[in-house]
């Protein structure tokens, strides 16, 4: 049973860079079959898929966070990193990191989330 554990810093100052961390217990991190995706939920608000990384280091982004957003996966440590740049309050919210399984577009493991605040 794979497992995703999110972890960040909680509080981050405006136009400074957010690093979030997804760290994959069980399950295999290197298989074809799954890619890893970081989705978000502001508050009062619906989901939005920030994008995903595949096993072979391809990326998708969300268009109004491509120019903001990276992913890398470090396999030594079966952990994937988001990276945003310039944050503003309107990225606060709960990141959850997701396994997606692209050949059904299903979302099937998710972690427990994690709150990131954007404030001064």
């Known amino acids: 049973q794979v497992q995703l554990q999110e972890s960040g810093p909680g509080l981050v100052n405006p136009s400074q860079t957010l690093f979030l961390t997804c760290t994959v217990l069980?399950?295999?991190?290197?298989?074809?079959?799954?890619?890893w995706s970081w989705i978000r939920q502001p508050p009062g608000k619906g989901r939005e898929w920030i994008g995903h990384?595949?096993?072979?280091?391809?990326?998708y982004y969300s268009p109004s966070l491509k120019s903001r957003a990276a992913f890398s996966r470090d396999t030594t440590k079966n952990r994937i990193t988001l990276r945003l740049t310039s944050v503003t309050p309107e990225d606060t919210g709960v990141y959850y990191c997701v396994r997606y399984q692209p050949s059904l577009a299903d979302f099937g493991s998710w972690g427990q989330g994690t709150q990131v605040t954007v404030s001064s």
């Open positions: 069980g399950g295999s991190f290197t298989t074809d079959e799954y890619a």
């Open positions: 990384i595949t096993n072979v280091d391809t990326t």
